[in-house]
């Protein structure tokens, strides 16, 4: 057994089919109806359903785990810039405003007559060390699981 078996069969059921319905959550699950219905509701946020018909038909549970994790400061990413191509590689944070503003540097990007100056944190080797040394780890190290759904 599953520490989510209602997650695990709502999963699996829409392996095959577009659309479930909560008894036949309950029926797969081994589970009362009531209870189905009590960890939909408690799951809100990660489930989908068609407002006509009540039938679940997407489970997200990594996104918005994703957009806690990102809004935590605790990541970075490799970004670009540039003005109509890429031109440099970037180091993207949230937050930490004050490590930012010591590794940005001022760029012109674009080309004679139409150019603009820009402030951004080139992804260099040592910029990234101390990034890394300021204990922010790059955002493919950033867990992706189901740490938000319940079934208590």
Do not use: C
Request: charged letters at 25%; hydrophobic letters at 40%.
């Amino acid at each position: 057994m599953t520490a989510t078996p209602i997650l695990d069969t709502i999963r699996a059921l829409l392996t095959f089919r577009d659309g479930t319905t909560i008894s036949e959550i309950a029926k797969m699950a081994g589970v009362s109806p009531r209870r189905v219905l009590d960890v939909v509701n408690a799951n809100g946020a990660l489930v989908y359903r068609l407002r006509k018909t009540g039938k679940i038909t997407k489970v997200d549970t990594k996104t918005p785990l994703a957009k806690q994790l990102w809004a935590s400061g605790a990541y970075y990413k490799i970004g670009s810039e540039g003005m109509w191509s890429h031109e440099y590689d970037t180091i993207v944070l949230v937050g930490h405003d004050d490590l930012a503003e010591r590794l940005s540097t001022k760029q012109v990007l674009g080309a004679l007559g139409d150019s603009t100056n820009r402030r951004f944190i080139v992804a260099t080797p040592e910029n990234i060390a101390a990034v890394e040394a300021a204990g922010i780890r790059p955002w493919s190290e950033a867990p992706s699981d189901d740490r938000l759904w319940s079934e208590e």
